[in-house]
Structures are given as structure tokens and as C-alpha cells.
């Protein structure tokens, strides 16, 4: 077996396409390449987490998968749709958070959320589902607070927060549990759960390990 | 994609009047700008009026240059660029109606508020009404230029002075079709061919700088 | 691996590329040198004396080729700079950015003779001539360019900006070159023009010609070396780069397939 190959441990056959098929991903930061080719498939209700040692390239790694940064080589598929060309559907069953919170400081949590939603062009959002989300995220009196008055963590928590309200089946996740406290990162494990006995795939980085995944695979940048 | 871009719309539009500080800066930077020309020519009326026409357009262009600094440089810190890029619209609509927003904000009201300092300046007549006909016409392709440079810049060090090397070369032709137009009119002769000119570089403008702008912005990204 | 058979992208890969430039920048050199001479000769001591202007005008002779070449390298990198975008060959980059400082440095050239020219004819070193202005405007579009690939730290990234800066420059040159004539034709009564071509004696055309082969030649050569350094810095880390200061051979087909008949 390479070095950056996937481990498939206890990864059940499925009978359909997996949903994210990976072959030969490589990617190139200031003309150093930073992992060997990597390949992996990803099928419904399984976690791939990628472990790897700081500036070996896991948000590249996921920032690709995305579409965002284009790889040195290799290819993407999202249930067998080239990542940079599939159409707007297909794009919409992909939610990435990234380091960076992706929050506006002068709005609230739920006006944030709600802007979020637009800008992916769901339509009738009703509020009561947003307000449920936040709280259930944590920011219970928060919610009108402008997000420049909150906490590290609570902005955290306002960005999952959208986990929650999203349809998309694929979750990219960066470094999620950066700034959260251990209550919110059992939170944020049993949503991964849920998330996953739905059916749905989660790609996720982290360096502090979250106890109590289940059918997690793991893939190692080195 | 209509639903995401008028979403965007009204939020850039919402943040500038949350902001709206900033947005009084740029006005006040304008008018300040406008007003150092008798200071630093003197107040003799017939140099004033000559030098008028210009001395309008360069405080509009500066202000519609140092006002762009900021139209992606946000969305890009905070992570909004990367959601917006993973979002339904195509990126050039983004940029297109990321630059609608900040023109509605920014350049109308130096639109509206360029007759009060074009009067100011000893323009009469005709003039004072070619004035911001021209700056209409003008101002939305120096903000779709600008944007260009913006984007270029994202995240470079000094990008501010870089980006002013970059886009005044570009604005030239707006500059000297603009404020032709309104010497034309001093002197009692057409401004039409003028006029027409900047329509035919907004025209030209309009589909061509925000897919320059997406490709800025995908780099940015990558 | 590229095993495409295609001839003309032989010389794409760096290796071949470095080979070939090694053999025909003295060439070049030696075309440079020649031209330059000849047309330096016709130039002062061959063509007549213009009638209103005397010998000061022997100094288009240099003028108008670093001009043209101004122009010419600005058009030839952005078309270096599409390809790069397109089909992301990154000798593509090297050459653009390689022309880059020389087409910057032949429009000062043309902005400064243009000055030395203009003193004994309109009497001061610049006015605001459309030609002038709009040559002054492409030099501020080079400088920009160089500036936003040495801003960005990520050198991929830098070249992919720098292109597109390239492009969208060159679209512009037209709408800048036409508004600042026009601007010109409005302001000012029409200045004062050196002979045009009908009247242009043919040792005098001889002479410009020359230079212009010599400016073009000189061009190519110092631009080929410059993407030759530029190669070596980045090639750092493949190997071939270690041993190109003894190794005469013609390059070994490493990865790419040789083409048969490239010599046509």
C-alpha cells in the first residue's frame, strides 16, 4: 500500500457508486507539491477524517474536493460529476466550512444564517427552523446579538450552526472544532453521527481527536 | 441564481448603510478633493471654470478608486468569497452584482452631489447638467475597471497603491471622454459624440471586466 | 507523462528549451550587432539631412524602432500571457514575464529620444502629444505588470494574475491609444509631425528599417537569455538544470517523445 492511501477499515461494499470518487489527487502549493497522489472513494453514511501534520496540505486537500483550488492532477467526482463542471443541484448537496466562519460582524447569528441560506437560494425559510438550529448550536440569547460581540467559539457555532438547516448531503469540513468548548464538540460528534445514519458523507480535518464517531476512515497526509 | 444574487444584492447594499460611515468618508473625500482645486489654483473664476471639468472627474475617479479597495477584500478575509464561489451563481454574475451594489451606494451619490460643485467651480448652464450625465455614464465603468483591479489585488501587500498603478492607466479614456464632455458643453458645443463614447465603453465594459473580475477572483481563491 | 507528438511544443519543455536558446542567442547576437552597425551607418551617413529639421532628426532612426518594439513586445506578451492562461504552458509565463522588462525598458528608450528630439523641434522636451501620452501610459501598463507578479509571494498564483493583467491591458491599449488622439486632436491644434512616409527618402527608410531589424534582434536575444535565468532559478529542483554548463549535448528525450521530423 502507497504512503496517503486511504486505510479502508471495515468500509462496507455498496451496492450503488460511491458518492465522492478521488483518483490521483495531487496538489501544488508555491511550486512544492504537498502529498502524494491520493485516492479514496467515499460512499453514503461514511466520515473520512484526514490526519496530517500542520502545512501538509489537509485544507488544500479539502479546498480541492470542493472545487476551489484546482489540483495539480488527478480528478474529482460527485456522484460521477466532474466537481468543476457538475450543475447548480449538484453543487448545492456540497456544504464546506472552512477556517475562516464566513460571518458578516455588523449581523446577528440568525440574520448570518439567513443570508447564508439566501445566497444558496433556498427559498420560504421559515425562522422558527433558523432560531431552532441556533439554539440547538448553543447561541440560545445570542441570537440577536451582532456577531462582532461574540466569542470565538460562538461564531464557531453560528457557522455550524448551518449544518443544521442545510440539505446537502456531502459535508467538507475544516477544522470544526476549532475554539469549542468539550460540550459543543460532543455536540458537533453527535451531529456527524446523525448526519451519517441520514446518509449523508462528512470529509473533516482536525487535530484534536472527536471521540465517539462511528465507520470513520481515516486518511494520512503524513 | 436570481434568488442568490438579489440575496447578495441586498445584503452588500445593507452592509454599506451599516457602514455608512465608509460611505461618508468616500463623499467626504470627494468634495475635499474638489475643493483643494481653488485652494491650490486660486479663486480666480475663469482659470476655476476651465480646470472645472476635470477637476471633478479626478476627484470622482480617485474616490471611485480608493472606494473599491475594499469591494472583495471583506468577503475574502472573512471566508463570504469561498461560499459565494461554492454558491449557485456564476461567479462573474457575483462580481457583477457585487459591483452594482457598491455603484448604487457609492458612485450615485457622487452623481447626484457633482452639480453642487460643479456650481461651486463657476459651471453654468449646460454644463451643470452634462456634469453628472457624464459621471452617470462614467463612474459604473470606472467601477468595473476598479473592481478588475481589486480583485487582482486580493491579499497583496500595499495593494492599494499597487491597485491605483494598475487601474489609472485603465481609466484614461473615461476620464478624457467625461470630462470632454462637460467642456464641450461649456463652450456651447455638442456633447453627444462624447457621451455616446462613454455609453460605448459601459457597454463594452459591462460583459467583459466581471468575467476579468471571476478570473481575478478564482486565482484569489485557488 | 505528455507523450503528445506535436512538434512545435518540443521546445515548450524547459530542458529543450534551454538547449535551444544556447545555441541561437549569438546568433542572434551576431544579427543584432550587424543591423545595428548598418543601420547606424545609413542612418548618420548616408541619408540626407531633412529639409526643415536638419540632422536632428537622424535620432527617429532610434525613436521609432524602440517605439514599434514598445508596442510590439506588449502585444507579443499578451499573447504569451493567453497561452499561459489557456493551456497553461508554463513556458508561456517565462516568456511574458521574461519580454517584460525589456519592452519596458524600450518605451522609456522611445519616451526619452522622443524628448531629446522634441527640444530642438517644438522648443521644450514634452508636451502632452497624444503619441507621447499614450507611450507614457504603456510604460505605466509594463510597470504594472512586473509590480503584480513581484507582489503576489505565490509565484503560480503571481503569473496567473500578471496574465490576466496582460489581457486586460491589451485590450485597452486601443481604447486608450483612440481616446488619447482624439483628446489630443480636441485640445490642441494638430502638432507638428515628423515627414511621413511619402516623402521619406529611401536611404532614410533604409535606416529605419535596419534599426528596427537591430532593436527587434536585440530584443530576442536579451529576452531569450533572461528566460533561460529565469529557467534555471526554476528548475532548481528538477536536476538537468546541475549539469547545463558542461553538458553539450542535445537534450535526451526524458518524458516527452521525440518528434521524428522536427526539423520539417
Known amino acids: 500500500m502507497r504512503p496517503g492511501?486511504?486505510?479502508?477499515?471495515?468500509?462496507?461494499?455498496?451496492?450503488?457508486?460511491?458518492?465522492?470518487?478521488?483518483?490521483?489527487?495531487?496538489?501544488?502549493?508555491?511550486?512544492?507539491?504537498?502529498?502524494?497522489?491520493?485516492?479514496?472513494d467515499l460512499a453514503a453514511g461514511e466520515l473520512l477524517f484526514v490526519r496530517g501534520r500542520n502545512g501538509r496540505g489537509k485544507t488544500t486537500l479539502l479546498r480541492a474536493i470542493c472545487g476551489l483550488t484546482e489540483p495539480a492532477s488527478g480528478e474529482i467526482r460527485f456522484h460521477g460529476d466532474s466537481i468543476r463542471t457538475m450543475d447548480d443541484a449538484r453543487r448545492m448537496a456540497l456544504l464546506y466550512i472552512g477556517h475562516r466562519d464566513a460571518l458578516k460582524e455588523e449581523l446577528t447569528p440568525l440574520e448570518n444564517l439567513q443570508m447564508h441560506l439566501g445566497l444558496r437560494a433556498v427559498g420560504n425559510?421559515?425562522?422558527?427552523?433558523?432560531?431552532?438550529?441556533?439554539?440547538?448550536?448553543?447561541?440560545?440569547?445570542?441570537?440577536?446579538?451582532?456577531?462582532?460581540?461574540?466569542?470565538?467559539?460562538?461564531?464557531?457555532?453560528?457557522?455550524l450552526a448551518r449544518l443544521l438547516v442545510s440539505q446537502a448531503t456531502l459535508w467538507v469540513l475544516d477544522e470544526p472544532l476549532t475554539a469549542l468548548d468539550t460540550d459543543a464538540v460532543a455536540w458537533m460528534a453527535e451531529r456527524i453521527n446523525g448526519h451519517l445514519e441520514d446518509g449523508g458523507m462528512v470529509i473533516c480535518t482536525s487535530h484534536q481527536p472527536i471521540q465517539g464517531l462511528h465507520r470513520a476512515r481515516t486518511l494520512d497526509l503524513g | 441564481m436570481g434568488r442568490s444574487l438579489w440575496t447578495l444584492l441586498k445584503r452588500d447594499i445593507t452592509l454599506l448603510v451599516l457602514r455608512r460611515q465608509d460611505v461618508m468618508t468616500i463623499i467626504a473625500f470627494f468634495l475635499i478633493v474638489t475643493t483643494l482645486l481653488p485652494l491650490s489654483v486660486g479663486p480666480e473664476p475663469e482659470t476655476l471654470r476651465a480646470l472645472a471639468p476635470g477637476g471633478v472627474w479626478i476627484a470622482a475617479a480617485l474616490a471611485s478608486l480608493i472606494s473599491l479597495d475594499r469591494l472583495f477584500a471583506d468577503d475574502w478575509r472573512d471566508g463570504t468569497l469561498e461560499q459565494l464561489a461554492l454558491g449557485p451563481a456564476p461567479l462573474a454574475l457575483v462580481a457583477l452584482t457585487k459591483i452594482t451594489a457598491h455603484w448604487l451606494a457609492l458612485g450615485l451619490p457622487l452623481v447626484l452631489l457633482s452639480p453642487l460643485m460643479g456650481y461651486a467651480l463657476g459651471l453654468q448652464g449646460m454644463a451643470l447638467l452634462i456634469l453628472p450625465l457624464s459621471l452617470a455614464l462614467g463612474t459604473p465603468v470606472l467601477s468595473l475597471l476598479g473592481a478588475t483591479g481589486a480583485a487582482l489585488t486580493l491579499g497583496v501587500r500595499a495593494g492599494g497603491a499597487l491597485m491605483a498603478l494598475l487601474i489609472l492607466p485603465l481609466y484614461v479614456p473615461v476620464l478624457i471622454l467625461g470630462s470632454g464632455a462637460v467642456s464641450e458643453a461649456m463652450h456651447a458645443a455638442g456633447a453627444g459624440p462624447h457621451l455616446s463614447l462613454l455609453g460605448a465603453l459601459l457597454a463594452l465594459a459591462l460583459p467583459l471586466a466581471p468575467l476579468a473580475v471571476a478570473g481575478a477572483l478564482r486565482i484569489a481563491l485557488d | 507523462m505528455n507523450r503528445r507528438r506535436i512538434p512545435w511544443l518540443y521546445f515548450t519543455v524547459p530542458r529543450n528549451f534551454y538547449w535551444l536558446v544556447q545555441r541561437l542567442v549569438p546568433l542572434i547576437w551576431a544579427v543584432a550587432a550587424v543591423l545595428a552597425v548598418a543601420g547606424l551607418y545609413v542612418g548618420f551617413f548616408v541619408a540626407p539631412p531633412d529639409y526643415q529639421q536638419g540632422n536632428s532628426y537622424r535620432i527617429m532612426f532610434i525613436h521609432v524602432p524602440t517605439a514599434w518594439m514598445g508596442m510590439f513586445l506588449y502585444a507579443l506578451m499578451a499573447v504569451y500571457a493567453v497561452i499561459f492562461l489557456a493551456w497553461r504552458i508554463k513556458m508561456a509565463d517565462v516568456m511574458a514575464r521574461s519580454l517584460a522588462p525589456?519592452?519596458?525598458?524600450?518605451?522609456a528608450l522611445s519616451l526619452w529620444t522622443g524628448a531629446l528630439w522634441g527640444a530642438p523641434t517644438w522648443g521644450t522636451y514634452w508636451v502632452w502629444d497624444a503619441r507621447l501620452t499614450s507611450t507614457l501610459l504603456l510604460l505605466f501598463l509594463f510597470l504594472g505588470y512586473m509590480a503584480l507578479y513581484a507582489a503576489i509571494d505565490d509565484r503560480e498564483k503571481g503569473a496567473r494574475a500578471a496574465a490576466l493583467l496582460a489581457l486586460i491591458g491589451v485590450i485597452n491599449v486601443p481604447v486608450i491609444y483612440f481616446s488619447v488622439e482624439w483628446w489630443h486632436t480636441l485640445h490642441q491644434g494638430m502638432s507638428i509631425s515628423p515627414s511621413g512616409g511619402a516623402s521619406m527618402a529611401p536611404s532614410m527608410l533604409a535606416a529605419l528599417l535596419l534599426g528596427t531589424g537591430a532593436c527587434w534582434a536585440y530584443c530576442a536575444a536579451v529576452t531569450l537569455r533572461r528566460a533561460q535565468t529565469e529557467l534555471l532559478e526554476r528548475e532548481d529542483s528538477t536536476g538537468w538544470t546541475r549539469t547545463v554548463s558542461t553538458d553539450d549535448a542535445p537534450p535526451a528525450p526524458r518524458g516527452v517523445a521525440v518528434p521524428t521530423g522536427r526539423r520539417n
Open chain 1, 5 to 40: 492511501n486511504a486505510q479502508a477499515s471495515a468500509a462496507p461494499a455498496t451496492p450503488q457508486a460511491p458518492g465522492l470518487q478521488v483518483r490521483g489527487l495531487a496538489c501544488r502549493r508555491g511550486g512544492m507539491r504537498l502529498f502524494a497522489p491520493v485516492d479514496f
Open chain 1, 125 to 159: 425559510i421559515d425562522e422558527d427552523h433558523l432560531l431552532d438550529a441556533l439554539e440547538a448550536a448553543g447561541l440560545g440569547e445570542r441570537v440577536d446579538t451582532p456577531v462582532r460581540y461574540l466569542s470565538q467559539g460562538q461564531r464557531r457555532r453560528t457557522a
Open chain 3, 102 to 107: 525589456t519592452g519596458a525598458l524600450m518605451t
